[in-house]
């Protein structure tokens, strides 16, 4: 069993809650748009594994140390992260095809601000879109996820909304 905390969109913006809701995490997913690779350094303090891809916004040293797309299986389940790769019903071109052949069963993907959590019953597979959790934006409500992995499984996924106000 694995606990996972998921984020995008941060935008440079750190702020200590991240740290509260994933200190019980085992991963945390980054989705892009991180903004400052000390971002990255600053997750990594709280969990062993942080794993993250670059977003439309990122430069430097984040494009040199994350990766656009990245698949990875944890604890039975196959996942495919990028930042922008729309969603079920609307998948980025090209993208289902590529889902569908590497058997994804976990789809995670930033860049819209907007939290979303979708099944695609055609592929098989959960969409979540963590929404975004830094300041820059026009969206109202700054949202986290957890979720759990267990022996093929994604179960006890939860939404954080963090207050619009800087901690």
């Not at 980054?30 to 794993?51: F, K, M």
């Amino acid at each position: 069993m694995k606990r996972i905390g998921i984020l995008s969109d941060t935008h440079s913006c750190w702020d200590d809650r991240y740290a509260k809701h994933f200190a019980q995490c085992d991963e945390i997913w980054h989705a892009g748009d991180i903004g400052d690779i000390s971002i990255i350094e600053q997750l990594e303090a709280i969990v062993p594994t942080v794993r993250a891809v670059y977003g439309n916004i990122d430069h430097g040293q984040v494009c040199r140390r994350c990766k656009e797309v990245e698949i990875f299986e944890v604890e039975g389940v196959k996942v495919f992260m990028t930042h922008i790769g729309g969603y079920p019903g609307k998948y980025s071109p090209g993208l289902a095809k590529i889902l569908a052949e590497e058997n994804i069963k976990l789809f995670i993907s930033g860049h819209s601000h907007i939290l979303k959590v979708k099944a695609d019953p055609r592929l098989g597979l959960l969409h979540v879109n963590p929404g975004a959790a830094g300041y820059h934006g026009w969206q109202k409500v700054r949202t986290l996820v957890r979720l759990i992995l267990d022996n093929g499984n994604i179960t006890d996924l939860e939404v954080i909304e963090l207050a619009n106000v800087k901690a």
